[in-house]
């Protein structure tokens, strides 16, 4: 029997090329691979305030993403989290399971509870509903980027802790990262993540940017003092063009040692803006079509919810009768 894949978005933000390199990317090479489930992550995105119409209209804006991408409704389910009553229902039996210092630990939230003035319950327990959602389909493999792998190791030890205490219930995931792209670094900022809530109008690049823009984005990157790309002493903001330039193209790191050795930045900046644009310009047309048929998109987000529906009951049920709560 083929493993099966689990990974998700939250309908939040401008999807930048960092979620399209750290995950969509990924996806739609491993999606053949296995028996896939990716996921729009709305109960995650409302760990803070969401405008509720917002996230109505991203929800519809993720999925139509995640077509135009290459995401083949065929053979993968798409499907909106909420939807599926079991990843709220698991999040709660494995919070049962887990303890609070495990969650204090994690670096997101640490850094996310430092931006608000009250910090809801929710963003601590977002890493345990992270595992509901992987758990809950018994998925042995979850392509994230980087950021992603310490809630990864986290669901694996909510995992181990049920299974020691309750016998083996639960798949242990692995942690599959894109080989180049898995941390693609804020424009602006070389030194930071690309985030969708960074506030610097140069600081990522959406997936739906015009050409232009991104043209104009990429000519106020961050780079360094050197007049040209030199690969030993290069600053981390030239490294990050190197590193999108070669996920996109998937080049060899020789063949991009032969190209960008000793060009001036200006030209390097070119490339990288012709690099990206080729790959966009096609998820952005797919995106309109797809968008222009709200009815189909709706057809697949049903048809995701039923086909997963079942595995869900399955392991809640299973779930319960380990921990002794009642099942009719
Ligand atoms: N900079 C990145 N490089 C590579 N992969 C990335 N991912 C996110 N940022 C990068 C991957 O994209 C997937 C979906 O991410 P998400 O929407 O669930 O949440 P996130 O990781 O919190 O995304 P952002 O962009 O940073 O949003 P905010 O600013 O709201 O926190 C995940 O697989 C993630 O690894």
Same mark, same amino acid.
């Given at each position: 029997?083929?493993?099966?894949?689990?990974?998700?978005?939250?309908?939040? +933000?401008?999807?930048?090329? +960092?979620?399209?390199?750290?995950?969509?990317?990924?996806?739609?090479?491993?999606?053949?691979?296995?028996?896939?489930?990716?996921?729009?992550?709305?109960?995650?995105?409302?760990?803070?305030?969401?405008?509720?119409?917002?996230?109505?209209?991203?929800?519809?804006?993720?999925?139509?993403?995640?077509?135009?991408?290459?995401?083949?409704?065929?053979?993968?389910?798409?499907?909106?989290?909420?939807?599926?009553?079991?990843?709220?229902?698991?999040?709660?039996?494995?919070?049962?399971?887990?303890?609070?210092?495990?969650?204090?630990?994690? =670096?997101?939230? %640490?850094? %996310?509870?430092?931006?608000?003035? =009250?910090?809801?319950?929710?963003?601590?327990?977002?890493?345990?509903?992270?595992?509901?959602?992987?758990?809950?389909?018994?998925?042995?493999?979850?392509?994230?980027?980087?950021?992603?792998?310490?809630?990864?190791?986290?669901?694996?030890?909510?995992?181990?802790?049920?299974?020691?205490?309750?016998?083996?219930?639960?798949?242990?995931?692995?942690?599959?990262?894109?080989?180049?792209?898995?941390?693609?670094?804020?424009?602006?900022?070389?030194? %930071?993540?690309?985030?969708?809530?960074?506030?610097?109008?140069?600081?990522?690049?959406?997936?739906?940017?015009?050409?232009?823009?991104?043209?104009?984005?990429?000519?106020?990157?961050?780079?360094?003092?050197?007049?040209?790309?030199?690969?030993?002493?290069? +600053?981390?903001?030239?490294?990050?063009?190197?590193?999108?330039?070669?996920?996109?193209?998937?080049?060899?790191?020789?063949?991009?040692?032969?190209?960008?050795?000793?060009?001036?930045?200006?030209?390097?900046? %070119?490339?990288?803006?012709?690099?990206?644009?080729?790959?966009?310009?096609?998820?952005?047309?797919?995106?309109?079509?797809?968008?222009?048929?709200?009815?189909?998109?709706?057809?697949?987000?049903?048809?995701?919810?039923?086909?997963?529906?079942?595995?869900?009951?399955?392991?809640?049920?299973?779930?319960?009768?380990?921990?002794?709560?009642? =099942?009719?």
């Amino acid at each position: 029997m083929k493993k099966r894949v689990f990974s998700g978005v939250q309908p939040t +933000g401008n999807l930048h090329i +960092g979620n399209y390199l750290g995950a969509l990317k990924n996806w739609t090479k491993v999606q053949y691979d296995y028996e896939s489930i990716f996921c729009i992550v709305d109960l995650h995105a409302i760990t803070v305030y969401q405008s509720p119409e917002e996230l109505k209209a991203k929800i519809l804006e993720i999925a139509a993403l995640f077509l135009a991408a290459g995401i083949d409704p065929a053979h993968s389910t798409v499907m909106v989290q909420s939807s599926v009553a079991g990843h709220a229902e698991l999040s709660w039996l494995l919070t049962c399971v887990t303890p609070v210092g495990w969650l204090e630990r994690m =670096t997101q939230y %640490k850094a %996310k509870s430092a931006l608000q003035e =009250t910090i809801g319950s929710g963003l601590m327990q977002y890493p345990v509903l992270m595992a509901a959602d992987i758990l809950l389909y018994q998925a042995g493999v979850v392509p994230v980027g980087d950021d992603q792998s310490q809630h990864l190791e986290l669901t694996r030890d909510i995992a181990q802790r049920f299974n020691s205490l309750y016998g083996e219930t639960f798949v242990m995931p692995e942690t599959k990262l894109p080989t180049v792209g898995a941390r693609v670094m804020g424009l602006d900022e070389p030194d %930071k993540k690309m985030s969708k809530s960074a506030p610097g109008s140069n600081h990522a690049i959406g997936i739906l940017d015009p050409p232009e823009l991104i043209k104009k984005k990429l000519s106020r990157a961050t780079t360094d003092s050197n007049p040209h790309v030199d690969f030993d002493t290069m +600053g981390p903001g030239v490294q990050n063009l190197l590193g999108i330039y070669q996920a996109f193209g998937s080049v060899s790191e020789d063949d991009m040692k032969a190209k960008f050795a000793g060009m001036r930045y200006g030209d390097l900046k %070119k490339n990288v803006t012709e690099m990206i644009v080729s790959h966009l310009e096609p998820i952005q047309q797919r995106y309109r079509e797809i968008t222009a048929d709200p009815a189909y998109l709706l057809s697949i987000l049903t048809a995701g919810r039923d086909r997963v529906a079942p595995i869900a009951e399955s392991t809640v049920r299973l779930t319960k009768q380990r921990m002794g709560v009642f =099942t009719s």
